[in-house]
């Protein structure tokens, strides 16, 4: 039995806190299995399942695509040119880091944050608020707790790759802008 923490002989700790920059973190143990897996080429070929799930399209209002959403919800041109550019942000660092296990349960981890995040913060609110309200609260409730999870490691947020996942989120038929 192991008291608190155990060093192996490659100087990785057991049983204690993984942090990244001082930071404790849910993915601060995932991201130093990802620096490991980047440095010895470990790769997969298969998506873990909830990465998966948040890959499949499903519409269950009709209206499919990010472009669509948003115009459904009477977004402006220029503001639909950003949320497309922001999402591809984040479908490049999904595509540098997919073949990483760790990287995948990251992705999975943040994207299901998201998800709930707005289902809890955003998506009741929809039918009473202006879209400048919406918008507001997709950033206070989970642009900014997202972008806040990763400060350090083999890649950061910020808060353009963080509205980027509520796009691709979109894209994939799990948010919308509309009541």
């Known amino acids: 039995n192991i008291g608190r923490d155990k060093i192996n002989s490659d100087n990785t700790i057991i049983n ?13 143990a995932w991201m130093s299995a990802l620096e490991k897996e980047i440095s ?8 873990i399942d909830t990465l998966q799930m948040y890959a499949t399209r499903e519409s269950h209002d009709g209206i499919e ?17 950003r949320a497309l550019q922001k999402k591809e942000l984040f479908v490049r660092l999904l595509a540098r880091y997919s073949m ?8 999975a981890y943040l994207l ?6 707005y289902r809890s913060y955003v998506l009741p609110d929809l039918a009473q608020k202006s879209p400048a309200e919406v ?8 642009i900014i707790p997202c972008s806040n999870e990763i400060k350090s490691g083999v890649f950061c947020l910020n808060s353009a790759i963080a509205a980027g996942m509520v796009y691709w989120l979109a894209e994939q038929c799990f948010i919308r802008w509309h009541p």
């Open 16 to 28: 204690g806190p993984v942090t990244i920059g001082g930071e404790h973190s849910p993915i601060a």
């Open 40 to 47: 010895s080429n470990e790769q997969i070929n298969v998506l």
């Open 65 to 81: 695509g990010l472009e669509n959403k948003l115009k459904h919800a009477g977004r402006e041109e220029d503001e639909v040119k």
């Open 100 to 107: 990483f296990e760790s990287a995948q349960e990251i992705f």
């Open 112 to 117: 299901s944050k998201v998800e709930c995040d």
């Open 135 to 142: 918008d507001q609260l997709f950033h206070q409730y989970v």
